[in-house]
Nanobody, 124 residues
Framework: QVHLVESGGGSVQAGESLKLSCAGAGYIRNRCGMAWYRQAPGKGRDRVSS???????KYEDSVKGRFTISQDLKNDTLYLQMNSLQTEDTAVYYCVAWQRRSGFCPMGSEPTIWGQGTQVTVSS
């Protein structure tokens, strides 16, 4: 059973920074990509940022220029550096992963491997 474990969440003031970490990716066979999702109160889960094992990254428009996704492949850890946090960033943040299937990385689909989430609260 795969266990992705997020850490680094907390409560901060608007304009401050947090860095999220996600450990446990080394247990995922044929891992081809990872991402951070978030779920704000009363809303669905949205993809924030993704990264392939080759290092290609994507960002949701509202976080471009403020958030940076990165990975340490040696230690199988995923990160999300969040700067200039805004109250709208308040959410539970989830680490997710995809496995390669038949030579294809299905990052266009919903991930099947999720962490338990970490709360980020930004106050004004």
């Amino acid at each position: 059973q795969v266990h992705l474990v997020e850490s680094g969440g907390g409560s901060v003031q608007a304009g401050e920074s947090l860095k999220l970490s996600c450990a446990g990716a080394g247990y995922i066979r044929n891992r081809c990509g990872m991402a951070w999702y978030r779920q704000a109160p009363g809303k669905g889960r949205d993809r924030v940022s993704s990264i392939t094992t080759n290092g290609a990254t994507k960002y949701e428009d509202s976080v471009k220029g403020r958030f940076t996704i990165s990975q340490d492949l040696k230690n199988d850890t995923l990160y999300l550096q969040m700067n200039s946090l805004q109250t709208e960033d308040t959410a539970v943040y989830y680490c997710v992963a995809w496995q390669r299937r038949s030579g294809f990385c299905p990052m266009g689909s919903e991930p099947t491997i999720w962490g338990q989430g970490t709360q980020v609260t930004v106050s004004s």
